[in-house]
């Protein structure tokens, strides 16, 4: 086993080890029970737990917050589609120059931001400029599709598969779980870093962190390439998942709060938070929506996302932390410290 | 591009900014004081821009006559809001304040949504297309009223906090909260007031667009996001700034839609948003440096 990884299984404890393998266990065996339906919803809460996870990096580890996180997936999904479209690069070797761009973007954010130290609310809106400034030039950029969108054409069955990224639910949820698994563990071995622990310094105390001797503009620039790495990524799956992208829906602001809710629900700053939101609230919307066809008869437009709304209201409401602090500990699975 | 062409496009931005400063105005007031993001303000907006339409529809109400009632509608919801909701979260951390408003949010916007569906709703005034002819220049009359309006009730705003108790003790907390507690000021009461002030606000600016803009509820997130850059632009808990911000990004995204495309105008209200943040970070009218 990698010794990185075997480091991160020694930390915990045997109750805490048996609960983690068994989930990602069930995960693994999860297919031979599901149905589609029931896979293509799996496949999305493993989206978001990894770009949840990835958005944690920035906000619970480092305390920034950014409500723009659309604009890595977007910019990972476009610049893949792009190249393989047009020039039939793969998307495993075009995840390369889109993940690099899409860095790109948050080292101009972050440049921008962390040197006069923009913070808090400041960032937040800085974070939306940048993501709703890329979908009006996505949707008056002709080349890349436009407001009409793009899409990625359908591969004849016989020669889908991996490498092109085109194969059915049964790849998609793999990838999928593989994707969430790895930004899991990058997020968990990141926070037991000596970067990880900076990150926690700036988060708690800025002033006392710079006191300390460490390089806040340097950390938080770390943490943005990091985080728009895996989002981007992501991106890069859900782009080729999906086959369609459009700005007013790759880069709408909704997008970014959906990706950020998971994490805040599941418990902020937690490893564990972003995969138990992304649990609970992926799940939740699809059932709001088969619930409301079920009682009115037919679809209602809003009717869904307002029961939504509310039920967030509501656990924010009565839960200062997020569900997993609560349920960890219900579980015997906090750690010892806390118990 | 004639110069007559680009003059009667600035002063419809500025007419237009106006707008945006009262609506930004509201924002600010909760924002400066109460220190929680009201991330629903646009939908507020586009909230009251319904209820206008509606007692248009059923009553023949002016729009511009509506703003009275549905600005003091608005003063009650707010004040019951923070009293019953907001009030526990006012020492939560940020981002809970954020899922709060972004839950109240979705619920405004898709109860706007269910009860009057996605296409947009026309006021039809029997003013709505008239325009005066000042010089070379052209004018819409209804941008003009609406502006005079957003300025009226701006300026009531600004004498309340300037020449009240009220307002005074209201600033006092903005200061320094904690001293206002001590020297035995009802900072519950006063937070709840300003939550109240703030929706009056942004809800006689959604009722006087409607004469301009037609309700549609996709409009709701743009609104939030302008009246935020307005702020920002601005400086927080500068009300003058907020005004004179708003004109700024009235007349920007107005010569913008000009020189450029419409759907491309709000590049310009960003453009300006991160050349402020950039170069001054607190805002133009902001304190310290």
């Avoid at chain 1, 190249?83 to 101009?108: D, F």
């Avoid at chain 1, 800085?126 to 436009?146: H, K, Q, S, V, Y």
């Avoid at chain 2, 809970?96 to 996605?118: E, R, S, Y």
């Avoid at chain 2, 009730?153 to 004498?159: E, H, K, P, T, Y």
């Amino acid at each position: 086993m990698h010794p990185t990884l075997h480091r991160l299984l020694g930390q915990l404890d045997r109750r805490q080890r048996l609960a983690f393998l068994g989930l990602v266990g069930a995960l693994i065996l999860g297919p031979a029970f599901l149905d589609r339906y029931l896979m293509s919803i799996m496949i999305l809460v493993f989206w978001y737990a990894a770009v949840g996870q990835a958005w944690n990096i920035m906000m619970g580890f480092c305390g920034q917050l950014s409500l723009g996180h659309c604009l890595y997936s977007g910019i990972g999904g476009y610049v893949a589609a792009l190249l393989w479209v047009n020039y039939g690069i793969p998307p495993w070797l075009a995840a390369v120059p889109a993940m690099g761009i899409a860095c790109a973007c948050g080292i101009v954010i972050g440049w921008l931001a962390f040197r006069y130290d923009i913070g808090g609310v400041y960032f937040a809106l800085l974070t939306i400029a940048f993501a709703e400034m890329a979908r009006i030039a996505f949707d008056n950029w002709a080349g890349g599709g436009g407001a009409a969108g793009l899409f990625i054409p359908l591969i004849p069955a016989a020669d889908a598969g991996l490498w092109t990224l085109s194969g059915g639910p049964l790849q998609f949820y793999y990838l999928m779980l593989g994707l969430a698994i790895t930004s899991f563990v990058a997020a968990a071995a990141l926070r037991a870093s000596r970067l990880g622990h900076e990150w926690l310094a700036i988060r708690e105390e800025p002033e006392a962190a710079r006191a300390l001797g460490i390089d806040i503009y340097r950390a938080k620039l770390a943490a943005i390439i990091v985080s728009a790495a895996i989002t981007s990524l992501a991106g890069v799956f859900y782009a080729f998942y999906q086959r369609n992208l459009f700005p007013s829906d790759a880069f709408d602001v909704s997008r970014s709060i959906i990706m950020i809710m998971g994490p805040i629900v599941g418990g902020l700053g937690t490893l564990m938070g972003p995969v138990i939101g992304a649990l609970i609230l992926t799940p939740l919307g699809q059932i709001l929506i088969a619930l409301t066809e079920r009682l009115v008869g037919h679809a209602v437009p809003g009717a869904s996302l307002l029961a939504y709304g509310a039920l967030l209201m509501v656990i924010i409401s009565t839960n200062a932390n997020g569900v997993w602090p609560g349920l960890s500990r219900r579980l015997g699975l906090a750690p010892r410290a806390l118990r | 591009m004639s110069l007559t062409l680009s003059a009667s496009v600035i002063v419809q931005g500025v007419l237009t900014g106006l707008v945006y400063g009262l609506m930004a105005l509201g924002l600010s007031v909760i924002f400066g004081i109460v220190r929680v993001v009201n991330f629903a303000h646009g939908e507020f907006a586009v909230l009251a821009m319904y209820i206008a339409y509606l007692l248009f529809f059923w009553l023949k109400l002016d729009p511009f006559l509506a703003a009275l009632p549905i600005a003091a509608l608005f003063f009650g919801v707010g004040y019951l809001l923070q009293r019953a909701l907001i009030n526990s979260f006012v020492a939560r951390a940020e981002h809970d304040q954020f899922i709060l408003m972004v839950g109240l949010a979705i619920v405004l916007v898709n109860g706007c949504l269910m009860i009057f569906g996605p296409e947009a709703r026309h006021a039809e005034l029997s003013y709505s297309l008239d325009s005066w002819l000042a010089g070379p220049l052209i004018i819409d009359a209804v941008r003009v009223y609406a502006a005079i309006g957003s300025l009226v009730v701006a300026l009531m705003l600004l004498a309340f906090f300037r020449l009240t108790d009220t307002g005074t003790a209201i600033r006092a907390c903005a200061d320094n909260r904690l001293a206002a507690a001590i020297v035995g000021l009802d900072t519950r009461r006063l937070y709840a007031l300003t939550f109240g002030l703030g929706l009056a606000c942004v809800g006689a600016a959604g009722a006087m667009q409607t004469a301009i803009i037609d309700p549609n509820p996709s409009l709701a997130p743009g609104m939030t996001l302008l009246a935020f850059t307005v702020v920002i632009v601005g400086g927080l808990g500068s009300l003058i700034g907020a005004l004179f911000a708003g004109i700024l990004i009235g007349v920007a995204e107005a010569l913008s839609s000009l020189v450029m495309a419409p759907s491309m105008k709000s590049l310009a209200s960003f453009a300006v948003l991160v050349l402020v943040l950039v170069l001054r970070p607190q805002g133009l009218f902001g304190k310290g440096g």
